[in-house]
């Protein structure tokens, strides 16, 4: 029988984002006005090119992680603005060391400095966010996500010593 199970998650933005978006909109107003002023016969059309440039620009702030179980292969995915799809991460439940909540004991010093850490959260405070310690391309690489319950059963099945829920 085949297993599974998948779950979006929605990136909330950040205020670096918020910053640049209000970074965006403003320079883009600021341009309309000069271009106004300084050119009106091409203005209308430069103008327009100009928001549509704008509006490309935020819609890349648009995020969402979907993570897809099937049968012992974990998927995590990035959705651009709804429209786009790049593959993160592809692994094996098997190739995982450990697999936990990031507020348990198992989230150790040594796991909380690794270098080669990929968040894929919705950033959220109040999200039950978990760790996967594996090895990819030979590094040490820990990766944050959201999983249901029902992905860290079936992950269990498939190692359940490395699988920690306390």
């Known amino acids: 029988m085949d297993i599974f199970v998948e779950k ?3 990136r909330q933005k950040s205020i670096v984002e918020m910053l640049l978006i209000t970074l965006i909109v403003g320079a ?7 271009l106004i002023r300084l050119i009106p016969q091409f203005s ?3 103008i327009i090119a100009l928001l549509y440039l704008a509006y490309i620009l935020i819609t890349k702030f648009n995020i969402e992680y979907e993570y897809a179980l099937t049968n012992g292969d974990l998927d995590i995915d ?3 603005d709804q429209k786009r799809r790049k593959r993160l991460l592809s692994a094996k439940c098997q190739d995982f060391e450990i697999v ?3 507020n348990s ?3 150790t ?5 690794c270098k080669n850490k990929k968040d894929y959260t919705s950033r959220r405070k109040e999200a039950e966010v978990w760790f996967i310690l594996m090895r990819d391309n030979g590094k040490q690489t820990v990766v944050l996500f959201e999983p249901l319950e029902k992905m860290i059963d079936n992950i269990a099945t498939y190692i359940p010593r490395k699988v ?3």
Do not use: P
């Open 8 to 10: 979006i998650v929605k």
């Open 28 to 34: 883009a107003a600021m341009i309309s006005y000069l």
């Open 44 to 46: 209308t059309f430069l």
């Open 78 to 80: 990035v959705i651009i």
């Open 100 to 102: 936990a909540k990031v």
């Open 105 to 107: 004991s198992q989230y």
């Open 109 to 113: 010093r040594d796991i909380k400095e």
């Open 164 to 166: 920690f829920r306390n």
